[in-house]
């Protein structure tokens, strides 16, 4: 048992290396609409620049399509949010959308660094985010939260669509 023990103590020793958090720079990129939906697209990158035209118009173009039709129905509000991300191992795409009045639907794709154009669907259904996208995801909950679910009962999108992350912006 003190062998398991000691075992156990090195391996959570090897775990606590990791590298120390750097927060990544969130950037507005624009408001995309497509067949009924209104999609607001953020850019993050471990390079700490501003995102390729190329990867984000690529990006949109491939994971876009992969919305629910029709954008509007009675439990589906046509908005929602992207978030395009070229990451330490691959760039990654998160495409996100609201139904069911406070549900969030999500879909993760990613393509190689060195390919960005094979954008195709994660198979492993498991991940959700990186540290850096919960902090985008967090505040679009907020958002939501105070321009849908609000305490007048009248929901409003538009206000919604208005809001963007910026930064460390706390909503009120």
Known sequence: MINSAASLGDEVSLMNNFDQYVKRPVEFLKEVNSEGW???VYGISV?????SKELV???I???ISHLPQPALTESRYGVGFMIIHQGVMRN???LDWWEKEDIMHHRLFSSPLNDP???SAESDSTLIACVHELRVIGFESEAWIKTVLRKDNKAN???YLKLKFNTD???A
């Open 157 to 159: 999108f538009d206000e």
């Open 117 to 119: 154009d094979s954008i």
């Open 61 to 63: 173009k491939a994971v």
């Open 38 to 40: 209104r999609m607001k």
């Open 57 to 59: 118009f690529k990006g």
């Open 47 to 51: 390079k700490s620049e501003p995102l």
């Open 169 to 171: 912006e706390v909503l």
């Open 92 to 94: 990654w795409f998160l």
